[in-house]
């Protein structure tokens, strides 16, 4: 890694193979900050896109370890693009910047250099394919990059963005890679719209129609992942012949 950080080195290397490919179809390319404009122990990248009109377009990830922060820069001013992922929790909608953040765990050194390279790796990931699913908000800010952005979604990056996009963000919160191990379960509660069952002494809560659940059918777990409170957490519900998906909160996402 040289002389830099394990941040630092993940960082740069997210952004080399992920968030660059993505913008460069729209010419941006890489940019350096200046020597005097970088403040000790902060990590910065830089895409830089320049307009026949002499508009600039720019954008900046920074921040010492934990989820970067996300600056994107028209000609000198501010501008926030609305993230193409909603969280039920949040009333309005996320702003691109906000959505990175819903990304936890990372930068967590104390628990390897190994989870935190593949922690960055997920929101740089994220970030590159959210870029391509934002571009028209970008286009409507900077119309000289319609037709670029026309012909990007072209490429296969750009038409599998939103299908990458919705994967990362549902598993946001995991801690860890799925595990299928499936477990018995039993149902404690059925309400209309809710289900509570029980598996190894720990209650989980799944949000759904239940007017389909057999009652009297076997229940077992499955789909597990490790939660940033060290928890276990199943995605995966099956009554009888009923099969049903969950994201990390709970909500049915198929099925």
Not at 97 to 103: D, G, R, V
Not at 170 to 195: F, H, N
Request: proline share 6%; glycine share 8%; charged share 25%.
């Amino acid at each position: 890694m040289g002389d830099r950080s394990t941040y630092a080195q993940v960082l740069h290397d997210g952004f080399e193979k992920h968030v660059l490919p993505m913008l460069a179809p729209l010419g941006f390319e890489r940019a350096e900050l200046a020597p005097d404009a970088r403040a000790v122990g902060w990590t910065v990248r830089i895409a830089r896109c320049s307009l026949p009109s002499g508009q600039r377009v720019e954008l900046e990830l920074s921040k010492p370890p934990g989820s970067p922060d996300l600056r994107l820069i028209v000609n000198g001013g501010g501008v926030e693009l609305k993230s193409s992922q909603a969280d039920p929790a949040v009333p309005r909608a996320l702003s691109l910047a906000s959505a990175l953040n819903q990304f936890r765990g990372l930068g967590e050194s104390r628990e390897g250099e190994q989870h935190l390279s593949s922690r960055m790796d997920t929101v740089l990931r994220f970030l590159a394919a959210e870029l391509a699913n934002t571009a028209d908000q970008l286009a409507a800010i900077a119309p000289e990059l319609g037709p670029r952005i026309a012909e990007a979604r072209q490429t296969k990056a750009w038409r599998e963005a939103p299908a990458v996009a919705r994967e990362l963000w549902a598993k946001r919160a995991m801690r860890s890679e799925v595990e299928d191990r499936p477990v018995s379960g039993k149902l404690v509660y059925v309400g209309a719209s809710v289900a509570i069952v029980e598996a190894e002494g720990v209650r989980h809560t799944f949000r759904f129609d239940t007017s389909r659940v057999d009652r009297s059918a076997s229940v077992t777990l499955a789909d597990w992942f490790t939660t940033p409170a060290k928890t276990q957490q199943p995605m995966r519900l099956t009554i009888g012949a009923l099969s049903l998906r969950f994201d990390q909160r709970g909500n049915l996402v198929e099925g």
